[in-house]
Every structure is written in C-alpha cells, then in structure tokens.
C-alpha cells in the first residue's frame, strides 16, 4: 500500500471514501464538516441531531454524497473528548476506522489531518498513531486459507491531507514511524501465527537472515557444532529431543554514523514447546506455535531500527530450537553444565525458555553491551499474575525499568512491573547443582525471572514476560485474533527514546 502525506482539502479528494475526525464537543460544525453539510443539504448536522452518531471514540458511521462530492463515501470517525485524547485513544479510534475501511473495501482513502498539536499529543505522535491503527487493523490470519484472490480487496492507497503547509513535515515523519512500526508487528504477528510444521528454527532464522539483506545488517547463524563449540549446552540440553537442528541467530545492526551505546536485544525463539518429555497437555500446546514470539519480536526490532537508522549499536541474539520428547531428549534430573559455566539441574524439562536464554544471556554478555533487554513467552503464570492486558516487567536496574515503562505508555504495550528481591534465590537452590530450573508452585514468573538474573551478572537487564499477552482470543479495534506481535512497538519505542543510562 502506498502511504502519501499531501498538503490539499479532503473535501476535494477524489478517493473512494474519505476520513473525517469527529470529537463528542462538534456543537458547532467544524469548516470542513460544514462545507460537507452545505454540499449534502444538512446531512451531517441532522445526523448529529438525530443522536444516532455521538462521536464517541472509535464509533464510526458512513454517509454517501450521491455524486455531490467527488467521493462516494464519508466515514465520521468519532475520537471522544477533545482534551481527554492520548496516544493510544487515538491509536484505538484509527483501528476502528481501519476495520470500516475493510469492511467497505475501499481501494483509496484520505484522511483529514489534524491542523496543529492534540493538546500534549505531538503532530508527530498523532499521525504515528493514526498510520499504526489502520495498518494494525489491517492484519489477517489467511496466509493458508484458500482465497479466491479477487477477494483479497485491499487499501491501495491512503493520504494524508492537511490544509496548511506548516507542520507537514512532522505529520510524515509519523506516517514513516508508524508504517515501520506497524511492520514490526505485523511482521511478528505473522511469525508467531505460522505453524511449527512450517516455521523450523531453520526457517526462523532463514527469515532473520532474509531481513538482514534487505535491510543491511547482519545475520549469523550458527549451526549445532558452533554452538557446542561456545559452549551453550544449555540451550542444546533443549534442542536435544528434536530432529530438526537448532540455530543460534545472531544480529548486529550498526548505525551508519554516531552510536550512543550498545544493547542487546535476547529473544526466546522455541518455535513449537511441547514440553519435552515433562509432556504438556494438548489444550496447552494448543498455542505453543507461538513460543518463538520473543524471537520474531528481537528480529523485527532489530530490522525496524535499521529501516530508521536508529544511532544505536544494536545485538541480536535468539536460540532457536523446538522442544520436544524423544529417546535423545533432556531427562528430568539432568545436570548440565551452561555457557557461564554453572550448572543447572533440570527438574521440569517444560521450563525450557529459561534454560535457552540463561544461555543467550550469559553469551550476551561477552558482547560488554551497556544493557541487555530479553523478551519471552517464558510462564503461565505471568497469565495467573497479571491476565492478559499486560506483560510482567522484572529487571536489576531502576533506570532502565523506569524508560521501559515510559516507552509502555507510549506504545500502548502496557507493562507492570513485578518483584525481583534477592531472597527469590532461595527457591532455585539445587542439592546437586549451582541450581535448579523450577522452584515449586508459587510465584512461578517471579523464580523463572530470578533463574534469567543469576546469568546477567552486574550487567544492567531486563525481562519482559509475554506469555500473558501473546494471543488474542477476539479482534478488537487494531488488535487482530491470533499472535499479538507484543513486544515490537514496545521495544521500537523503547529504543527510539533510549536515554544513557
Ligand atoms: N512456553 C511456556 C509458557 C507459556 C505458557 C507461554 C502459556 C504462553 C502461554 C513455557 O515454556 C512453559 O511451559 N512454562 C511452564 C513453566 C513451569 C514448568 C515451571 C509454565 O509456565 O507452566
Ligand atoms: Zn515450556
Ligand atoms: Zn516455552
């Protein structure tokens, strides 16, 4: 689809359907709704009058000029209160509007722009928001369905029309982060929904690598022998159960001038958990396609900031294997020897993200990064802690929580922080080992962040637990049924507005 930011009158457009803002205090129509109402003999005013459009947020309605407008079709989208507007309200009315522009098939849409800053909210921010809600909204779950391809009508063309010159410049810089930032959703989104018959860590590695080419950075993938040659024996321990080779992804992203700092993005890439031979049930591998999310998170992070040129050093890394039972798999009571050298007794072979990515973590670190950031469907119980609206935020070190949680408010990927204290340690002390992979029924996400914290060292981290917020049972708005992708706007954001620390 082609994005385009214009300086003209949406009332002149000549597209199928045109956009227009509506906030709840329209006592008094605004210019362009009035010359609209003039033209349609007071449609829109008698609509308001009528009190069947409120313009409540998100609510939408269609009127038809019948030939006294160059378009066919005007969509009131309603944004709520004026000065009760955020981000993320804004991001919400523009999914809905997204999804009525769908529903009408529309080819081509322009979108009446706002004049000047929404109160605290940038024009920037806004159309960010505005691009990010339909592009959002427009993502679908039909990669194996057999469409007729003339059913597959899509938006061809979206523009952005503002009637002054002044600020334009900010609205296209929005457009351009929102559509980088939506493609990192959807992109993830798109990974997560594929099925472990289709996505191999092979495959997933093979589309980090194709990313890297297009958008130059690079991609290593390191192969079994590599891997046993680092040392990360953990992270094998895992793959040892299944047939299909694991891989090591590693990115680096070089910004093409200044860097402020270098990070390290870990992100948990099992792309089919069955437990091991610590079995799950089927209703619980039901969604277990969609445990290498962290994985395509990193990935679609790390190819965002290079489509920006984001001035960071950035370092990708994601163990990709599957987990399953077999006669070579991990044994519940196997002791092995990780990559930083402690040993790890394994007392449920279903707590596998923890062992992959103390490994990747405990690698990250010969990187000497200024911070280390890991994302991963790594418990249930994060789910029971905090449902489903957020993910759990654990970390080591005050100021980096502090901005991922700015960045959360921003992007709308909510994160609520959760206890780390170091008396956590007591539950993951082995008889056997330097410790162990579970630590009883209580607290679950708290003891599998605790495991992750004994690899990072002094290094400061944090840990971003999704498996609360990886699926969505129902669409809604810019959210879609199936993977979410949470996790790549977050950390975008997170990235953009990165502050030494
Ligand atoms: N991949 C799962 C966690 C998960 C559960 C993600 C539900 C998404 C939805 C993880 O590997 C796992 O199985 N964790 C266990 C840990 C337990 C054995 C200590 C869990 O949370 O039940
Ligand atoms: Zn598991
Ligand atoms: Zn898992």
């Given at each position: 689809m082609q994005i385009e930011v214009k300086q003209g009158r949406v009332?002149?457009?000549?597209?199928?359907?045109v956009l227009l803002n509506c906030f709840e205090e329209v006592k008094r129509l605004n210019p362009v709704l009035k010359t609209i109402n003039?033209?349609?003999?007071?449609?829109?005013?008698?609509?308001?009058?009528?009190?069947?459009?409120?313009?409540k947020l998100g609510q939408t309605t269609v009127l038809y000029p019948q030939g006294r407008l160059k378009f066919k079709r005007i969509i009131l989208l309603g944004l709520g209160k004026r000065d009760e507007m955020t981000i993320e309200k804004l991001r919400r009315a523009y999914g809905f509007a997204g999804r009525k522009t769908r529903e009408l098939k529309l080819k081509s849409l322009s979108v009446q722009a706002f004049e000047s800053n929404l109160a605290a909210i940038k024009l920037q921010e806004s159309s960010q928001a505005m691009v990010e809600g339909?592009?959002?909204?427009?993502?679908?779950?039909?990669?194996?369905?057999t469409v007729d391809e003339n059913e597959r009508v899509a938006l061809q063309r979206?523009?952005?029309?503002?009637?002054?010159?002044?600020?334009?410049?900010?609205?296209?810089?929005?457009e351009e982060f929102g559509e980088i930032f939506s493609w990192a959703t959807n992109f993830s989104r798109d990974l997560a929904n594929r099925p472990g018959n289709y996505l191999t860590p092979e495959r997933l590695a093979g589309e980090a690598d194709k990313l890297a080419r297009e958008n130059n950075f690079k991609c290593k993938i390191l192969s079994t022998t590599e891997i046993k040659k680092l040392k990360m024996n953990s992270f094998l321990a895992v793959a040892s159960g299944s047939k299909e080779p694991a891989k090591l992804i590693v990115l680096e992203y070089l910004p093409p001038r200044r860097k402020i700092?270098?990070?390290?993005?870990?992100?948990?890439?099992?792309?089919?958990?069955?437990?091991?031979?610590?079995?799950?049930?089927?209703?619980?591998m039901v969604e277990m396609k969609g445990d290498m999310m962290g994985g395509a998170v990193?990935?679609?992070?790390?190819?965002?900031?290079?489509?920006?040129?984001?001035?960071?050093?950035?370092?990708?890394?994601?163990?990709?294997?599957?987990n399953l039972p077999s006669g070579s798999a991990l044994k519940v009571g196997d002791i092995i020897t990780s990559h930083s050298g402690k040993t790890i007794e394994v007392l449920n072979t279903d707590a596998e993200g923890r062992l992959i990515l103390a490994d990747g973590l405990s690698y990250a670190r010969s990187f000497e990064p200024d911070a280390v950031v890991d994302v991963a469907t790594l418990t249930g119980t994060i789910k029971l802690a905090l449902g489903t609206l957020c993910a759990g935020l654990f970390g080591n070190h005050r100021g980096l929580k502090a901005q991922m949680l700015k960045a959360s408010e921003?992007?709308?990927?909510?994160?609520?922080?959760?206890?780390?204290?170091k008396e956590y340690d007591e539950f993951l002390k082995s008889d056997l080992a330097d410790i162990k992979n579970v630590g009883g029924r209580f607290g679950g996400a708290i003891l599998a962040a605790a495991f992750l914290q004994n690899f990072v060292g002094d290094l400061p981290w944090i840990h971003v637990d999704i498996a609360g917020v990886d699926f969505r049972e129902k669409e809604d708005s810019y959210?879609?049924?199936?993977?979410?992708?949470?996790?790549?706007?977050?950390?975008?954001?997170?990235?953009?507005?990165?502050?030494?620390?």
């Open positions: 009332e002149l457009a000549e597209d199928e359907g003039d033209k349609l003999s007071g449609a829109v005013s008698h609509l308001f009058e009528t009190g069947d459009f409120t313009a339909i592009l959002l909204s427009f993502y679908k779950l039909d990669r194996y369905k979206l523009t952005f029309l503002k009637e002054k010159r002044k600020g334009i410049g900010e609205i296209k810089r929005g700092n270098t990070l390290v993005l870990v992100g948990k890439g099992i792309t089919f958990d069955a437990g091991g031979l610590s079995l799950k049930t089927t209703e619980g990193v990935i679609a992070t790390i190819a965002a900031c290079a489509k920006i040129g984001l001035p960071l050093h950035l370092i990708g890394i994601i163990p990709a294997t599957e921003k992007s709308g990927e909510r994160v609520w922080e959760m206890p780390l204290w959210h879609t049924k199936g993977a979410s992708g949470f996790g790549a706007r977050l950390l975008l954001q997170f990235l953009r507005d990165w502050k030494r620390i």
